[in-house]
């Protein structure tokens, strides 16, 4: 950011993303205030549309990191809803934030995931392991593959470091479209010996039930991700 870019953001009002108030970067009457719901492959602050959508592809897309405080606070609500139906955690837990593409992460001016888990970590009682799941091999950024193109892209492409005797993880991510990130993600851990209690996200999209995915997910309902 420019000296100049930096001084007009002091001057100028932090804008709400979805219509534009005064009010803050997601303004109080365009967050949702329903709570946290179960999807099928996770639990959601939110549907992945109108609002959220908005803000979820400013913050990604066009750098709006000042967003990662509210959208990290919907997280929080996601990663509490799926620890509530967990109520004796077998131990101390931990935040698996999903692993992004190393090129998609630098376009994108870091992890993005990971700095939302960090956001929602300390509402949640829980910790961060920003670097216990990895890629293994080149994948593509899964933003417009098809549900069949999604498993192929991402089938055991993660690799976990070893469970650690009293932590137990909690996938994190920020939407769940097809569930195949997340169905990868519990692969790894599961090979590497972490009880999974469950995977939480900021938003749900309604591709989740396409078909394909069904597949996916009934693999992941398997190994008891949902
Ligand atoms: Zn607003």
Redesign the pocket.
Known sequence: MSLLAALADLVQPVR?V??G?T?GA??A??LPQLPAFRSRDAWAAAPYDG?VRTALLAYKERGRRDLAAVLGGLLARSVTAALGANRDPPGRVVLMSVPSARSVAATRGGDHVLRLARRAAPACGARVAGDALTLTRAVHDSAGLTAEQRVRNLGGAMAARPARPGLVAVLVDDIVTTGATLHEAHRALAAAGWPVLGAAVVAATARRLHPVSRVCIGSAQAHGLT
Do not use: K
């Open positions: 709400c979805a219509c108030s009010s997601l303004c009457g365009c609002a």
